[in-house]
């Protein structure tokens, strides 16, 4: 009997090694949401037609149309970050957020297949060899109408910490090349060209061609993959094929070539209010600098500047991660060509008090300089400058009527509103102030310049969005078509929590209800 035993035993072990190999943990399959959702309006929820439990990351943007736009990370492997099955949705309103359209998927990858499973909250449940979209954020042109949409794209297996240094690219003849590795071989010899075709080491065209989706094709012919599902056996998770042939992606886990396993940036646009989309654009030999690993989206807002010397120049923040310290720096991204192109500016500069500056957000001040506002891990938000459109950054200071989750921090949301106050331009800001993520609050300021012209804000008023109790994470405001300020937010922090994106609206009278102290 104790022979049979030690068998039994030997065999659980055999197969929970072999299952830990594939890219995942334990997870039982009849594991119960960790949550009661709760109340409001939800864009994005686990009963749509996505089949999604799990969203994270919201933005939030008001067209010149008057729709309200959101966006949002489906998670379909659990809430963590990538490495993970991450796939990119938005929703539409058409009365002010009351009412949303259906949820749609508008960029990701199919090498897993989406399915709404239920995880247990504890341990970090992951599809760790799925390729992956994470972090959205939204920008118009309001000249053109033409609206942005900027995420992280990640092969299978990375993530931020995870990240190989390099933009992915090197350069023949003065262009861009894609860098790829061709399975079984262990150096990245191979290149896809503006042409589309992939080169050999010894610039020799191949027989094999990447399209504009970065699926594979040989002799004009697509490549395909068998797509894969996770499934379980009592609480041990292993893997099948769905039966399904999905094409062949250079993001994809056992692909015939695959691309460096670093950050990338995606960038696709919709011509139509958000109700379609282009194929995604890849930014990073534009923007990445190359001694960096992990470079990624500031998640929320973009702003394009209304006046100045840089007047109709488009922004999105994007930070940097040095796995090795955990220090974190942003820059901005900027296009002065209505987004065909882009350029990174400086780093802001981390001093003694200040040791990280990730997520960022931008508000333009009335003269066309900007004031950045970012998470930090001291406490508070920081606040830096440019007077150059985004170019380079002043030293920055910690805000002390901006208190903000201590440890890691948390994103915040930054808007410049239509709205007067005291005869000045206002200013609103949403971040949790308590531990953990909790209690969430609305800031009100007002812009002004001191003696020598610089801009910064006055803070007026706060709002308590949610107790000392309750969950407030990652944020996004928008000015709403009815004058009103809509507020898409994560009510949770905690892992594998369902239905806890939540909208809401604020009249900007009950928003100035408390003088902040």
Avoid at 181 to 187: L, N
Avoid at 250 to 271: E, Q, R, V
Avoid at 410 to 415: G, I, N, P, Y
Avoid at 442 to 470: F, I, M, P, Q
Wanted: aromatic share 10%; hydrophobic share 35%; charged share 20%.
């Amino acid at each position: 009997m104790r022979k049979i035993l030690c068998i039994v035993l030997c065999v659980l072990l055999a197969v929970g090694v072999l299952v830990a190999g594939l890219g995942f943990v334990i997870t039982p399959k009849s594991a119960k949401a960790p949550n009661d959702p709760v109340e409001g309006v939800k864009p994005f929820s686990a009963s749509s037609e996505l089949s999604c439990n799990y969203y994270r990351i919201p933005a939030l943007w008001t067209t010149q149309s008057g729709t309200v736009l959101a966006a949002i990370d489906a998670r379909y492997g659990g809430t963590h970050d990538s490495p993970n099955n991450i796939d990119a949705a938005v929703s539409r309103s058409f009365d002010a957020g009351q009412s949303w359209e259906s949820p749609r998927l508008v960029a990701g990858f199919r090498d897993w297949a989406n399915d709404g499973m239920l995880l247990k909250s504890n341990g970090s449940y992951t599809v760790a060899d799925s390729a992956s979209v994470i972090d959205p954020a939204l920008l118009e042109d309001t000249t053109t109408g033409r609206i942005f949409l900027l995420m992280d794209a990640f092969p299978a297996n990375a993530g931020a910490p995870a990240s190989e240094v390099g933009t992915g690219y090197t350069q023949i003849d003065g262009q861009p090349a894609l860098l790829l590795r061709k399975a079984g071989e262990t150096e990245f010899s191979y290149t896809l060209r503006e042409d589309g075709a992939i080169y050999d080491e010894a610039g020799a065209k191949t027989e094999y061609t990447v399209n504009a989706r970065g699926e594979i094709l040989e002799n004009g012919q697509p490549l395909f993959l068998a797509q894969r599902r996770q499934k379980y056996w009592f609480n041990v998770p292993y893997v099948v094929e769905t039966g399904e042939q999905v094409p062949m992606h250079i993001f994809y886990d056992g692909a015939l070539f695959s691309a460096l396993g670093t950050s990338y940036l995606y960038l696709l646009y919709s011509d139509d209010d958000g109700k379609t989309w282009s194929e995604p654009v890849e930014l990073n030999a534009q923007v990445k600098p190359e001694n960096v690993g992990f470079f990624g989206v500031s998640p929320g807002r973009g702003v394009q500047l209304t006046t100045g010397a840089h007047k109709g120049r488009l922004l999105f923040t994007a930070y940097a991660l040095d796995a090795e310290t955990g220090e974190q720096q942003f820059a901005a991204l900027f296009s002065d060509d209505g987004g065909k192109t882009w350029q990174s500016g400086e780093f802001v500069t981390l001093t003694d008090e200040i040791r990280s500056m990730s997520e960022t957000q931008l508000v333009e001040c009335p003269d066309g300089s900007l004031l950045a506002f970012s998470r930090t891990t001291s406490g508070y938000m920081s606040v830096s400058r440019s007077t150059n459109g985004g170019e380079s950054w002043s030293a920055p200071t910690l805000d002390d009527a901006l208190p903000l989750s201590a440890g890691s921090g948390c994103q915040v949301s930054a808007l410049r509103i239509n709205r007067k106050l005291d005869g000045k331009d206002v200013v609103l800001l949403s971040a949790p102030a308590g531990e953990g993520r909790k209690n969430g609050f609305l800031y009100v300021g007002v812009l002004e310049a001191d003696e020598a012209g610089t801009y910064g804000v006055d803070w007026k008023y706060k709002k308590e969005l949610t107790d000392a109790d309750t969950y407030f994470a990652y944020s996004c405001l928008t000015e709403l078509p009815d004058g009103n300020i809509g507020l898409l937010y994560e009510q949770t922090n905690i892992a594998q929590s369902v239905d806890t994106v939540v909208f809401c609206s604020y009249t900007f009278s009950e928003l100035c209800e408390t003088p902040l102290d």
